[in-house]
């Protein structure tokens, strides 16, 4: 189907680097079969140990949402997809503020990724995406609580990627092309 052919998915993360006293904000535009479209990354945000005191268990959500990570990423983006993916809940912060939907995904049985300081609001039964082919484990969803009322047109629509495609191992590219973008701009 056409809608599903013209699909267009971000992956949305931040990587720690730099032994976690830094760490880059990435975005991997891919199409539906996951083949790359776009790749975009921050430089470094080093948060200050007077700024990591201060924040607490609130500075991951600060770096993913405000102007430091999620907003810029998203902003720059050309590709313009249907449906932004994160695994950290923190970045869930960002949907109010953007005009894609947003889902947040973790294998079933395990956790969500949450360092923002667990806002109660978010704490709500997830919905969960089935691999039609059987190919990959299911899949907990969840999104932004104000926007809730979008997750089951987002399965819908990742349904038929899920079938080929592990909607998790995107983020594990993210994570080696920040550490070649590292190691050769270290740093920078």
Known sequence: DSAYRGLKLAFLSYVETEKGLAGRGAALVTDHVTKPLEFRCTTPVRPSPV???????????????????????????????????????????????????????????????????????????PGVLLCDSGRFQPLNAITHWEHSGELSAILEMLRPVFSHADLLEPFSRIEKAIAEVERQQPGR
């Open 51 to 125: 700024q990591r005191t201060l924040y607490g268990a609130t500075l991951r959500s600060h770096i993913a949402v405000d102007d430091l990570v999620g907003v810029p990423l998203i902003g720059a983006i050309q590709e313009r997809p249907q449906v932004v993916i994160v695994q950290d809940m923190a970045f869930l912060g960002l949907r109010p503020n953007i005009a894609h939907h947003m889902v947040c995904i973790s294998k079933q049985g395990e956790r969500f990724a949450d360092e923002s300081g667990g806002n109660s609001k978010e704490s709500r039964d």
